[in-house]
């Protein structure tokens, strides 16, 4: 097992497993990590996802931001995102390494001076992603990281998923959640039993955040993945010719939905969020 970690933007930038390499789709250099292979495989924050009408209020000021998706939508917190961040190694082990990011007051438009933690461990059938960030001021966090798993494959056909969720948020034609919480049956979100998935889901299901059963599987002939994660969310894309998308993360758009996990954090407060990816041979 062995994984290759990026101080840009701490992203997951390859993975060798078994004899399998290519099991996401990484950068080729420094400059493809900024440019065309920005999104593939980094952490994603200070919040992942969408925000509709690109702005937010905490405690009665209005935080906006520049649309970077169609006209509304803010989309994985714009141009100065962790992604964009050049994280610092704080230490490192031949099987561990944590980075960091201190970001100041505002500097990515978000309220506070916060540190976020980014902790990749390797073990013999897979690695684990620990999340953590505090804050000296009310603000928002949802981190994820963001690969695209093909396995062994060359691409996503072929590709078999499973999602241990019951449930999931529609979205409107801006793909910002409409508020329900609607049920996976009878719908092409229906991936309780492992199945080769629409091309068209870019959605989040909802997760009961129990980290002691998988909450997805990703299947290929020769390889199987299983992520567990005490997230409450996966989002999920499947519209990319490499690979699928699987983010644990809180909800999308979930400041301006009441009934959605809060990820708000305060000062005193820590984020956290942890994620267990094993890999098995069929």
Not at 230 to 254: C, K, M, N, S, Y
Not at 261 to 274: A, E, K, N, V
Request: aromatic share 10%; proline share 7%; net charge negative.
């Amino acid at each position: 097992m062995q994984i290759d970690v990026w101080t840009i933007g701490a992203r997951l930038n390859a993975v060798s497993w078994n004899d399998i390499d290519g099991m996401v789709d990484g950068a080729e250099t420094p400059e493809d990590a900024i440019g065309p292979t920005l999104t593939p495989g980094c952490v994603v924050g200070p919040v992942a996802n969408r925000i509709a009408r690109s702005e937010f209020e905490i405690d009665g000021t209005t935080y906006s931001f520049e649309p970077n998706e169609g006209t509304e939508t803010f989309l994985h917190s714009g141009a100065k995102s962790l992604r964009d961040f050049i994280w610092t190694i704080a230490s490192r082990s031949e099987t561990s390494v944590q980075l960091v990011a201190d970001v100041a007051d505002m500097a990515d438009g978000f309220p506070g001076n916060r540190r976020f933690t980014a902790e990749y461990s390797v073990l013999k059938d897979g690695f684990d992603l620990i999340f953590s960030a505090t804050t000296d001021a009310p603000t928002l966090v949802n981190m994820a990281l963001h690969p695209f798993w093909s396995l062994d494959l060359p691409g996503r056909d072929g590709l078999k998923l499973g999602i241990r969720a019951d449930s999931y948020t529609p979205v409107d034609q801006a793909k910002i959640p409409t508020g329900e919480i609607a049920p996976v049956d009878g719908t092409q979100f229906d991936l309780r039993t492992p199945a080769t998935p629409s091309t068209s889901i870019d959605h989040n299901f909802c997760l009961d955040g129990d980290i002691s059963q998988p909450a997805a599987t990703l299947v290929s002939d020769a390889a199987r993945m299983d992520i567990f994660t005490d997230a409450p969310g996966l989002q999920v894309f499947t519209g990319r010719d490499f690979g699928i998308a699987l983010e644990p993360q809180h909800w999308p758009d979930a400041p301006h939905h009441d009934n959605f996990p809060s990820i708000r954090l305060d000062p005193g407060q820590t984020y956290t969020q942890t994620s267990y990816y094993r890999f098995a041979a069929l």
